[in-house]
């Protein structure tokens, strides 16, 4: 078990420019979460799936926002004609679902800069 | 809707001195406590949380925290921090029931521990 990841790690766009991130989670995790950290802030929920089935969406998530876990696996999180405002950091983190004693893993997450 | 207040941002402490970073939330139901750790560059771990039993939790790297219903505060606290505890840290809450196990953050603490 080799941990969350997330590729790539570092992501310099212009604005306007399409961009996608990728996250593979711990293999036997059914859950799969996005959030999205900003400069002195904590995390923020974007969206989470279980197995293939996205069942939550921040309103945080714009409609230029879009993610897919098309087999229960990994996982892509894809922004549309960027914005300077979409700098941040995003993090990705899985979990079981079954039962109350679980912990969310995060991955290093992706840097993404748009200039 | 829940919320999580870390009134601290920085936190500055001499090495072999105790620390407590301060955490306060609220929420109109139950909620699960956590205290996640972030070193540069890298994605979040979990130092410590609270479930359930006894107020008093003990986590990773000699840190603890003491979750106190009444104050609804989940104050982390050790004994004598070493250099290489600083690092963000960051507490969160889940909901017990529904919420589909999302976390939701405060705004993070930095400690930053001097020689």
């Known amino acids: 078990d080799t941990g969350v990841s997330q590729n790539p790690r570092h992501k310099i766009t212009k604005r306007g420019q399409n961009v996608t991130f990728r996250c593979d989670p711990i293999?036997?995790?059914?859950?799969l979460y996005w959030y999205r950290q900003t400069l002195g802030q904590g995390p923020e929920f974007l969206t989470y799936?279980?197995?293939?089935?996205?069942?939550?969406k921040s309103r945080l998530l714009s409609d230029r926002f879009s993610a897919e876990r098309p087999k229960g696996s990994f996982s892509t999180l894809e922004i549309q004609r960027t914005e300077q405002g979409d700098s941040a950091m995003y993090l990705c983190?899985?979990?079981?679902?079954?039962?109350?004693?679980?912990?969310?893993?995060f991955g290093p997450g992706t840097r993404l800069t748009v200039t | 809707a829940q919320s999580v207040t870390q009134l601290d941002s920085q936190v500055p402490v001499f090495e072999e001195a105790p620390v407590e970073l301060r955490c306060n939330y609220s929420?109109?139901?139950?909620?699960?406590l956590f205290w996640y750790v972030q070193y540069p560059n890298q994605g979040l771990q979990l130092l410590l949380k609270?479930?359930?039993?006894?107020?008093l939790v003990k986590g990773i790297n000699g840190f603890e925290a003491e979750f106190n219903k009444s104050q609804t505060s989940f104050h982390l606290r050790k004994p004598s921090v070493h250099i290489s505890d600083t690092a963000e840290y960051f507490c969160?809450?889940?909901?017990?029931?529904?919420?589909?196990?999302?976390?939701?953050f405060g705004t993070g603490t930095q400690l930053k521990v001097e020689l």
């Open positions: 983190a899985s979990s079981l679902a079954q039962g109350v004693d679980y912990e969310q893993y």
């Open positions: 293999s036997e995790h059914n859950r």
């Open positions: 799936f279980q197995n293939e089935a996205q069942l939550e």
């Open positions: 929420s109109s139901v139950s909620v699960y």
């Open positions: 609270y479930l359930s039993g006894s107020t």
């Open positions: 969160a809450v889940r909901l017990i029931t529904g919420g589909g196990n999302k976390l939701t």
